[in-house]
């Protein structure tokens, strides 16, 4: 279960920068897509964090550059799994194999997919934000 | 003639009227038959009334012995505006008839005074028009709007040698009269009209001033070097996460801290870090120049603010409250009123027979 969603969203990914990559900079797919792939993990972890800890750092000290550097902290390990997950994934699923049997239509479907879990990740960051914000 | 017999008929009223006159100066204050003046000078009327009747029918005659019939020859002439129509005076203006119409003037009387009826027919259709006023008056009423062409001093039709010269010299090279050429079609026409010889010559005299500076410098070049800083550049994206989820979590601080909710700029201003990364990461100079463009714009210019006067929960866009008390109070924009003589001259020359 866990693995199908996890190959597909990574097959996603592998689409979108496919299709985005420049064309005399193939070196570039793998790397752009691990990118792709960890940014919205990292989304969801800053609303998370802003959820778990705004209120809990800036009461005490009013110091944002402490908020950031917890920030930092609190995001560097789901960034490092997400890419070290895509880094794997990538070489042991064959995503570059499954791309070659995709039809034209199927590309573009996994290319949507993938704009709606960058973006929607996207919003709800700024959702948790809110709530954090509101839960003052 | 007629002056003579006006003159006659003021004399017999004079005469009527002074001896009235010392009829009333003549009775005595304390006189018990005491008549008024106005009494003196009705009998004295009524004693001449015969010649008096006699003098007004003598005016009477006169002045309709005096009235010649239109002289009808007048009130047709050729149309300055169309070679194929006429223009036909009709009592209070003038009409446009064809050149194959039938136009039939007559004298009548309107309302008991003199008049003339024109009719107009083409064809099957007729039109009939009836008026009292001749072409006379209408000519004298309407002296005062076209006697004399009024001058009017407009500065921008003014042209003067220099520019008169410079016109016939265009006329002559590029066949425009125009004294203002404007618009970008006149522009594409003059280019049209200009010579071959003068653009080669132009041309020529360009590359040697590129020539001088060094290699023109190619588009394609240009895109090469972006495309170099990129493969240096594509290693940065991978602090991208770092950077999105830093700049998010200092906007969200700071909002905290100040009492706010999140502003606008922040949503605008993440989406397109984050869209920044993206591009860095594919290896797009468009859209990373792009954004970089918008960055220094955002500096110089303070966009982030303005996008949050306009979208922010501040402003008047998210502002559902009826407007109950609107502002009412008025404040003087001058407080002391000071009377100016200075007399302007009006710019128009009025002709010399206008009356106010």
Known sequence: MFKQIFQKLLLAFYCTSKWLVNKKMPEKIIPSTILFFSFPFTFIATGLYLILALSLILSNSKNLAVLVIGGFIFITPVYYLASKMAKKGIVKLDISKHYKTLTKNDRVNKITLAFIVFWGSFIIQFWLANMALSSK | ?356
């Open chain 2, 1 to 356: 003639m007629l002056n003579e017999k006006l003159k006659a008929l003021q004399i017999v009223l004079q005469q009527e009227v002074d001896f009235a006159w010392q009829c009333k100066m003549g009775t005595s204050v304390y006189n018990q038959n005491n008549r008024s003046f106005g009494s003196y000078l009705e009998s004295s009327l009524n004693a001449h009334n015969k010649e008096i009747s006699q003098i007004l029918d003598d005016i009477a005659r006169e002045q309709t012995q005096n009235q010649e019939p239109p002289n009808f020859n007048n009130y047709i002439r050729y149309s300055t505006s169309s070679m194929t129509h006429k223009e036909v005076f009709v009592g209070d203006k003038w009409i446009l008839v064809p050149n194959t119409a039938c136009v039939d003037f007559r004298t009548t009387t309107l309302g008991g005074s003199r008049a003339f009826t024109v009719t107009v027919s083409n064809g099957s259709d007729y039109a009939t028009f009836t008026s009292t006023e001749s072409l006379q008056s209408y000519q004298q009423n309407q002296q005062l709007l076209e006697a004399d062409p009024i001058h009017l001093e407009l500065q921008n039709d003014y042209v003067s040698k220099e520019e008169y010269d410079w016109m016939l010299l265009a006329s002559q090279v590029y066949g425009t009269t125009k004294k203002n050429i404007s618009g970008l079609g006149d522009l594409a026409e003059l280019y049209s009209r200009t010579p071959k010889e003068f653009k080669r010559h132009y041309a020529y005299k360009i590359s040697k001033v590129a020539k001088s500076i060094g290699k023109p410098a190619k588009a394609g070049k240009i895109f090469h070097g972006a495309e170099k800083v990129m493969k240096k550049a594509g290693k940065v994206a991978k602090v991208g996460p770092y950077l999105s989820a830093g700049t998010i979590i200092y906007e969200v601080g700071d909002a905290y801290i100040n009492d706010t909710e999140i502003k606008p700029h922040t949503y605008v201003d993440g989406t397109l870090l984050v869209v920044g990364i993206a591009a860095t990461a594919v290896g797009a100079p468009a859209v990373v120049v792009g954004l970089a463009i918008y960055g220094i714009l955002d500096y110089a210019f303070n966009i982030s603010e303005g996008i949050d006067n306009t979208f922010g929960s501040d402003s008047d866009l998210w502002n559902n409250k009826p407007i109950k008390h609107f502002p009412k109070k008025t404040t003087p924009i001058f407080n002391d009123v000071k009377i100016d003589n200075t007399y302007v001259a009006p710019n128009i020359k009025l002709p010399p027979n206008f009356k106010n």
